[in-house]
């Protein structure tokens, strides 16, 4: 008899003991030092319209994978950190159930930070990249207190001063004044080197927007100036005329033939007299196949010092072989090549083997 209420007991103290492990459980009680089981939590991420540079975000759409319900309060979207790093202001929400719709006004295009704070859903935060246009609609600039006698130019806006410029216009002139004009919807809002083309080739004037009344390098000494707004107004007195000495380098030469008593010498390609300089030192930089010629002024010409000049020339040198005299040109075919010389470019490269000898 003891011994049947023992085994009775014992199998309710076993059914007991069960049913309180089951309950624990299932109310998420860490029986085992192990985490308990939480509640699924609805996963989501982010998607922002519009396209860099070109068109601004307005919206940024939450995607959930099951129905959740949402406040804009909910919603913290919080500035990105570093290189790359935007930011925004968060607007109204909609939408319901699995997308949602926040409204964003981007202050500066890049990456944000997004995360949820509600019950039962993931927090984040999740990065998402945010776009802001930065092509002005039009773009005028005006040149002011312009001296007398000009009265046309053309402006360029350079991002690399190897390259040409991306951006040109030309001036229309009002006393004393001129005003360029840029293509509706082509202009970046950006930093830019400025450059003013004054006269005809082949005397253009160049002109570079400096910070500093005295240029000493070139083109250490130009700025960058910042367009941000659609009209921009800048007195000429910020230009200065800048040039830089001039050398001209020589790749896979023939030093047989173009030797160190070599003179190079530049003709005027419009009406054909030789330039008052000549390259009257050359220099071995790299071996027998490179050589450079610096561009010195010609004695009784108006300068001793290198030549700083600009325009469209042909290009001869002269060399005595065996007691022959001989000259040779830059050819392109059967004619002679026209080099361009630029102001703020400071070496020309050739190919000696352009070089023809003219016939005797």
């Excluded at 500035?79 to 109204?92: C, E, F, P, Q, R």
């Excluded at 039962?120 to 990249?129: A, M, R």
């Excluded at 059967?334 to 070496?347: C, K, L």
Aim: glycine share 8%; proline share 4%.
């Amino acid at each position: 008899m003891i011994a049947k209420e023992l085994g009775m007991k014992n199998k309710l103290y076993v059914l007991g003991l069960s049913a309180l492990i089951i309950s624990l459980v299932l109310t998420g009680c860490d029986l085992f030092g192990e985490t308990a089981s939480v509640p699924d939590l609805a996963k989501w991420l982010p998607f922002a319209d519009g396209t860099k540079d070109i068109e601004d975000t307005t919206n940024i759409n939450l995607i959930f994978n099951r129905s959740v319900n949402l406040t804009a309060q909910d919603i913290t979207i919080s500035n990105g950190t570093g290189t790359g790093g935007g930011s925004a202001v968060k607007g109204l929400l909609s939408g319901s159930d699995f997308s949602w719709n926040l409204a964003i006004t981007v202050i500066t295009q890049g990456t944000i930070m997004v995360s949820v704070n509600a019950d039962n859903i993931e927090s984040g935060p999740y990065p998402v990249e945010v776009f802001k246009s930065i092509i002005l609609e039009e773009l005028v600039i005006s040149i002011t207190d312009v001296p007398e006698g000009i009265t046309g130019a053309k402006i360029g806006l350079i991002d690399d001063l190897d390259k040409p410029p991306i951006f040109t216009s030309e001036a229309v002139f009002d006393s004393g004044k001129l005003e360029f004009s840029f293509e509706e919807g082509k202009v970046l809002i950006g930093d830019y080197y400025m450059e003013i083309e004054i006269g005809a080739s082949p005397n253009i004037e160049r002109w570079y927007y400096t910070a500093d009344n005295n240029v000493t390098s070139v083109p250490a000494d130009f700025r960058l100036f910042s367009i941000e707004e659609e009209a921009v107004s800048i007195s000429f007195s910020h230009f200065r005329r800048v040039t830089a000495p001039k050398g001209i380098r020589i790749d896979d030469v023939d030093v047989s033939i173009f030797s160190s008593s070599a003179i190079l010498s530049l003709v005027n390609t419009e009406n054909g007299n030789p330039a008052a300089v000549s390259g009257e030192q050359i220099i071995n930089t790299s071996g027998d196949k490179t050589i450079v010629v610096v561009m010195l002024m010609m004695p009784g010409a108006a300068s001793s010092n290198q030549w700083a000049g600009s325009g469209a020339f042909h290009i001869s040198f002269d060399v005595e072989i065996g007691g022959v005299s001989r000259r040779y040109w830059y050819m392109d075919g059967a004619n002679r090549e026209t080099v361009n010389f630029d102001p703020h470019v400071a070496v020309v490269d050739l190919s000696f083997s352009k070089f023809v000898q003219e016939p005797s």
